[in-house]
C-alpha cells in the first residue's frame, strides 16, 4: 500500500486500522488501514464491489468488523459506540426526512433525540447552510440541492469533530455541486475533519486534500491527491501537417510511446476539439522540448502540442484495472 511520507501534525479524528469483514465465508474487507486528521477533507475512493459501502458502515456502527480497530477521537467506536458516535456527523447514503414537515419542523424532531439542542443551535445550523429563507417551507418543496444541506444541517446539530458524507454530491446540478464543494470546505478550514465518498472523481480531485484507494476490500493507496499523481504516466498530444511521418519518428524516440486513445487511460475531454489526425504519446514531460526539435529538424511542422495533466480518474483507473466506480 502507497503511504504519504509528509508528517502532519494535526490531531487524527478517525483512526481506522487494519479493519476486516468476513460475511460467511467470504471476505468483504480484507485490510484497509487510514487516518482522516481536523482539518482536512478526506477522500474515499473504490470500484464496484471494493467494500466502500461496507467500510463506512463499519465506521458509523452500522455493522460490526470481524476484526481490527476504529477510534474517533481516541474512543473505540465497537467497543464505546455511544461515546464514539457523539463526535460524529453523518449522512449515509440519502438523508431521510420527513417531507410533510418543514425543514426546521425536521431539525426540530431530530434535536429532541439528542441532549443539550436547543433553538438556538438550531438557527446556528441553519445559518451555516444558508438556509434561513426556506427552512420554514416544507421539505416536499425543497430541490435535491435543498434536502443535501438540510441534511448536514441536521448532521451539524450534534456540533460534530468528524463529518461523513457518503455520495453527497448524487443528483446535484453543476451549480449545487461547486457550491456544496465551497461549503464543505468552509467546514475544513473551520477545524473539522470531512471523510467524503464519491464516484465524480473530478470532483474530489478538487474538493479533498489526500484520497484512500480502496479495492477488493483493501487500500491500495493514501496519500495527498498531489502527490498521488506526481510521477503518473504523462500524456502528450502531438499536431502536425504530416502525421503519419511524425508518427513513425516519434515511435524511434527514446523515452516516448505512442498510444492509440482507445489504449491510454487519459481522459476524454482532452481530445475534445482535436483534428481527426492527433498522435498522443506517454512520455516524460521534461522531453517535450528534445522531441520537438526532432519534429522540426526532420522538416516536419508541427501546429500544436498539448500536455494532459495527469488526473486523479487516471490513476484510479491504472491502479484498480479499469474497473467501474460505485
Not at 460475511?23 to 488501514?33: C, F, P, Q
Amino acid at each position: 500500500m502507497t503511504t504519504s511520507l509528509h508528517e502532519d501534525k494535526r490531531d487524527v479524528v478517525l483512526s481506522v486500522q487494519q479493519l476486516k469483514k468476513r460475511i460467511g465465508r467470504k471476505w468483504i474487507i480484507e485490510d484497509v488501514t487510514f487516518e482522516v486528521r481536523a482539518g482536512e477533507i478526506f477522500g474515499f475512493l473504490g470500484p464496484n464491489g471494493a467494500g466502500k459501502t461496507t467500510t463506512i458502515r463499519m465506521l458509523v456502527d452500522l455493522i460490526k468488523p470481524t476484526s481490527g480497530k476504529i477510534t474517533v477521537c481516541g474512543y473505540d467506536v465497537n467497543r464505546d459506540p455511544e461515546q464514539s458516535l457523539r463526535f460524529v456527523g453523518a449522512i449515509v447514503e440519502n438523508p431521510e426526512m420527513y417531507s410533510f414537515l418543514t425543514g426546521w419542523e425536521n431539525l426540530e424532531q431530530f434535536a429532541r433525540m439528542v441532549p443539550d439542542i436547543d433553538e438556538t443551535r438550531i438557527h446556528e445550523v441553519v445559518d451555516i447552510v444558508g438556509m434561513a429563507k426556506r427552512i420554514h417551507d416544507k421539505v416536499k418543496n425543497y430541490s435535491l440541492g435543498m434536502r443535501q444541506r438540510l441534511g448536514i444541517a441536521q448532521a451539524l446539530l450534534v456540533r460534530p469533530r468528524l463529518m461523513i458524507l457518503d455520495e453527497p454530491t448524487n443528483g446535484l446540478d453543476p451549480l449545487g455541486i461547486k457550491e456544496l464543494r465551497t461549503f464543505i470546505r468552509q467546514l475544513a478550514d473551520e477545524g473539522m475533519a470531512v471523510f467524503v465518498s464519491s464516484h465524480l472523481l473530478s470532483e474530489i480531485q478538487l474538493m479533498c486534500d489526500r484520497v484512500a484507494i480502496i479495492n477488493h476490500g483493501r487500500v491500495l493507496a493514501v496519500d495527498d491527491v498531489e502527490n498521488l499523481l506526481v510521477g503518473r504516466n504523462q500524456y502528450v498530444i502531438w499536431m502536425t501537417k504530416s502525421p503519419e511521418r511524425a508518427r513513425a519518428l516519434l515511435e524511434q524516440q527514446d523515452g516516448v510511446h505512442l498510444v492509440q486513445p482507445h489504449e491510454g487511460m487519459i481522459d476524454e475531454t482532452a481530445l475534445l476539439g482535436l483534428p481527426e489526425d492527433y498522435i498522443i504519446t506517454e512520455m516524460n514531460t521534461d522531453l517535450i522540448a528534445k522531441v520537438n526539435q526532432a519534429l522540426l529538424a526532420a522538416g516536419m511542422e508541427v501546429e500544436g502540442i498539448q500536455r494532459v495533466v495527469p488526473t486523479l480518474e487516471q490513476l484510479f483507473l491504472e491502479m484498480t484495472e479499469g474497473g467501474g466506480i460505485d
